[in-house]
Structures are given as C-alpha cells and as structure tokens.
C-alpha cells in the first residue's frame, strides 16, 4: 500500500482534527495507556445481541459490543454508517437518528420495505412457508429456479429466501450483479423453527425501524460521507481489500487508502473498523496514521465464514477511534 500523498499530508497537518490537539504532537495512542475511558460514556451498554434478518460477509455482530463501549458520542447528530452490510451494528446500537447508506442496492430495498410496509413478518411468513414447501418437493432445481427469477427481476422476497438457503448464508453477486451462491443442500430448510426465526428478526427490525429516525440510501460511500455534520458520528465498516471480492465488495488498497484520507479530514468524530494483523502480515495502514490523534483499539476474532480455508482463521480487528470519541 502505498502512503499517505504528500500535499494530502501537507494539507491535514495545518488542521486540528474535531478539536483534538495539532496532528504533530498527537501520536496513536494504544488501549492500553489511553486513560481517557474512565470519564466517558459508552454509546450504549447492551444487554443482548441480536442477530439481523440479513447476514453479510464481514458481519460485526461479534463486534458490536466492543465497539459500542469504544465509542463515546453524545448521540445529538446522527449515526452514519456508509456500509452497512447487515445492519447489526446500527440495530443492536439504536442510535435515535441515523443515515446509513450501502453501494448493495438488495440490502437497502430490503429496510426500506420493510420501512414502507412491503415486506411485512405476516407476508414473509407466508412467503418462506409455500416457498419452502415447493423447495422440499422439488429439491435443489427449485433454489436455482428462484435464483434466476431474483436476477431477473429482483425483490426483497427471493433475496431474503436465497441468503437464507445458500451455501453458508452469505451474500456473493457475480461481475454482472447476478447472485450466485450455491444451493445449501438442505431441501428442508424452511422448516417451522426456521421460518419463525427469520419471521421474529424482521419483527425486530420492524420495531426499530417504526421507533427511530433512520434513513437508508443505496450509494457510494463519498457521498454519504460528504453529507456529515459536525454532530454526527461515522462508523465506517468497509470490506477489507483481497478478502471478499464481489460485485458491490470491489474495495483496492487505493480506495482504503482515499477512505482513510477522507475520515482524518471528516468534521464529526468517526470509528473505523479494520483488521490489525492476521497470522501472515500486519496491516500497513497503522504505520502510515502512526502521527495522527488516533486511539487504536484491538480485538482477537476467528472468522468462521469465508470463502476459502485461508480465509477461515483467526484475525485480530482493530478499531481506530478519532481520540475525542475515544473510551
Ligand atoms: C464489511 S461489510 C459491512 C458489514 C457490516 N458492518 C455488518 O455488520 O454487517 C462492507 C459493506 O460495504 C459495502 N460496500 C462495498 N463497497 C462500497 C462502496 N463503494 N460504497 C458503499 N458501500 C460499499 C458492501 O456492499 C458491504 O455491505
């Protein structure tokens, strides 16, 4: 990777960062000698995680509690998420307003009809249960049939139906945007327990959803960073370069890297997750903020999801936290 450019460093050096004291005198700060925690609120304690109707690869409801007590914010602004994947990060966090945003056209739709009443549990229920019962009778033809009719005339029904009866529950579109992932096997998937399952997550987010103040926009995430207000607070989750290369995971070392620029110049305070380092390599990037008013928090995961065997281990995350919203 390559680093920062220099006027780029030039130009953010002359500013303070969301009051922070100059970049040049505020090096990274690690967990462990951070002592601004004690006195700063969490963005919320919770009780129980809870897993959303959608599941994504880089899903972080692992996560969601370590960076939930990471994070201080006063909640004034809005909680911006420019990749929201799943969604399991904003629901089990609840912030009162929110604009969320995802390049995935089909994860959008999904909350927003759910939002408008399209996709109601009731109708869902219904859905899973005839769809699941054709699924039975004719096995395997009929996935790929309903696979087809989705990539032919997309809606929230089949996307729901397909990511919930692939080969291991996530989500991979082709270089056209067509979903292709593999039949899980299991003809009897959509059994009662199943159903009900799925039924009570959009149940869930339903209730969220009709609570608070959330918006949800299908776009690249500049755009959705370039309408912050100083109030508000970025959670930026972007895919992690060479890991899952799909149709909306498209994300290069360069783009991480224009990412990563535009959060150091951002006017509210931001987190981003990332990895730290795996067992082969340490990720470049923490070298390369080494200067900047940063608290970089840590911690050990095992993804048990991936495409490959090498993708299947253990991983230690990182969340960089601007130090004014720091714990
Ligand atoms: C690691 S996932 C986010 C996971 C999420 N935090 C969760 O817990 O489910 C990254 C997301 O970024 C989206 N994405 C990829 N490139 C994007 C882009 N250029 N602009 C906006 N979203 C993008 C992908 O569609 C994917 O949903």
């Not at 994504?56 to 990749?83: D, M, N, Y």
């Not at 470049?284 to 490959?308: A, C, R, T, W």
Request: hydrophobic fraction near 35%; proline fraction near 5%.
């Amino acid at each position: 990777m390559a680093g920062l450019t220099t006027p780029y460093v030039a130009r953010i050096r002359t500013k303070k960062h969301c009051g922070a004291p100059a970049l040049r005198e505020s090096p990274i700060v690690s967990l462990l000698n951070w002592t601004g925690a004690k006195s700063r609120q969490p963005i919320k304690k919770i009780d129980r995680i809870k897993s959303p109707p959608i599941k994504c690869q880089g899903i972080k409801t692992k996560l969601t509690r370590f960076i939930a007590e990471s994070v201080h914010w006063t909640g004034r602004g809005r909680w911006v998420e420019p990749f929201l994947g799943s969604g399991a990060v904003l629901f089990n966090i609840r912030p009162q307003r929110a604009m969320v945003s995802d390049s995935n056209v089909h994860i959008i739709n999904v909350y927003n009809e759910i939002k408008n009443g399209k996709v109601t549990p009731q109708q869902l229920s219904n859905f899973l249960y005839s769809e699941g019962k054709i699924l039975l009778q004719k096995g395997m033809e009929y996935f790929y049939h309903v696979r087809e009719r989705f990539n032919n005339n997309p809606n929230s029904f089949d996307f729901i139906f397909l990511t919930r009866s692939c080969f291991n529950g996530v989500m991979r579109f082709n270089k056209k945007g067509y979903f292709n992932v593999p039949f899980c096997k299991k003809t009897d998937r959509f059994r009662q327990a199943y159903i009900t399952k799925i039924v009570n997550q959009i149940a869930w987010v339903q209730s969220l959803i009709k609570k608070h103040d959330w918006e949800f926009i299908t776009r690249d995430w500049k755009e959705t960073l370039a309408n912050v207000s100083r109030d508000d607070f970025v959670y930026a989750d972007p895919p992690y370069s060479g890991r899952h290369t799909d149709y909306y995971n498209k994300w290069s070392d360069e783009e991480n890297q224009e990412l990563i620029d535009h959060l150091l110049n951002i006017h509210c305070g931001f987190a981003l997750s990332t990895w730290y380092e795996n067992k082969y390599r340490k990720n470049p990037i923490f070298d390369l903020i080494s200067n900047y008013p940063l608290v970089v928090k840590k911690f050990d995961h095992f993804y048990h999801v991936g495409s490959s065997e090498t993708y299947r281990n253990k991983m230690i995350e990182a969340l960089v936290i601007d130090r004014e919203h720091a714990r």
